[in-house]
Each structure stands twice: as C-alpha cells, then as structure tokens.
C-alpha cells in the first residue's frame, strides 16, 4: 500500500458518497486509475464496505449501554451458542471477545432505560454461560468514530 492508497482510505472514511471523479481530484490522480485502486482495495479486504451514519435517537436508539460480559462456562459450545445469540439480538450493535476480564463488551443501543431494562432482563440475562454482567450507561458521546487512523507514507 503506497502513498495514494492511504490517501485514498483517507478521504473514503471521511466521505464514502464521494464520487470517483472527485476522489480522484482529491488525491492526484485521473479517474481511471483511481477507481482500479478502490476496486484493488475493495478486492484486498481493505475497504469492508459503505454506510450511512445514523444520528442514533433519529431512529430510535437514543440510549447506548456498554455492558461487560464475564462468562461462568468457557467451553467452545457455550462460548459458540453465546456468540451466536448475540449475533442475533438487533439491540447489540457491536460486540468484542477479550483478553482477560471481562471476557466480551457489548455496546446496546435502545430508545431508552426502559428499553434497556427489557432488553437486559429478556435477552442478556438469559444468554448461556454468563456469570455476570456490568453495564455503564452512556452520559454523552465525546468523540465521533471518525475511522481508523491511517499511516504516513513511512507506516505499513
């Protein structure tokens, strides 16, 4: 990945409706190699995909828990059955296994501390293998995901 690229993968997450006309502008280049570099980059893995970003209470989901999951069973099936009920649950918008403990953190998103509550007691509570689960409720977003930092022309 050269320089070009990475700007490329720049201006893509700050913008991804950019046309390709403008993309090229943006990064030095004509329109056609451009575009083989985004269909390379797409083909690579690098570029997973393209989405709206949604103003979360808009559509319902205006409060956000962060809920640490320390699991009681970690033998594969559990741990497998446990995944896989997560991966279903609408309200888990994203979910990270980790080193240590606690063993998962999910972040939940809902229209409120009611929804909240309804989705801890009926769905989280009732994953299997859970021991113990820890929520943080969200006073505020301080900062944006705003995409993932891209290196220098010196940075792989």
Do not use: W
Not at 23 to 28: I, N, T
Not at 51 to 73: H, I, K, N, Y
Not at 116 to 129: H, I, K, M, N, V
């Amino acid at each position: 990945m050269d320089r070009i690229d990475r700007q490329i993968l720049r201006e893509l997450q700050r913008d991804g409706r950019l046309s390709n006309a403008e993309l090229a502008e943006r990064v030095g280049l004509t329109p056609s190699p451009c575009l083989r570099r985004v269909n390379r980059l797409e083909q690579d893995g690098v570029i997973l995909g393209y989405r709206a970003l949604l103003e979360p209470a808009t559509v319902g989901r205006g409060f956000q828990a962060f809920v640490s999951v320390a699991m009681a069973q970690e033998d594969p099936p559990t741990v497998a059955e446990f995944e896989r009920r997560v991966g279903e649950l609408p309200e888990v918008v994203e979910a990270m296994r980790l080193f240590g403990d606690p063993d998962y953190l999910l972040r939940v998103a809902v229209a409120d501390i009611a929804a909240y509550e309804r989705c801890y007691t009926e769905s989280l509570a009732q994953l299997p293998g859970v021991a113990r689960l820890t929520s943080h409720l969200t006073m505020k977003q301080v900062k944006v995901n705003e995409g993932l930092p891209i290196g220098s022309a010196a940075a792989p």
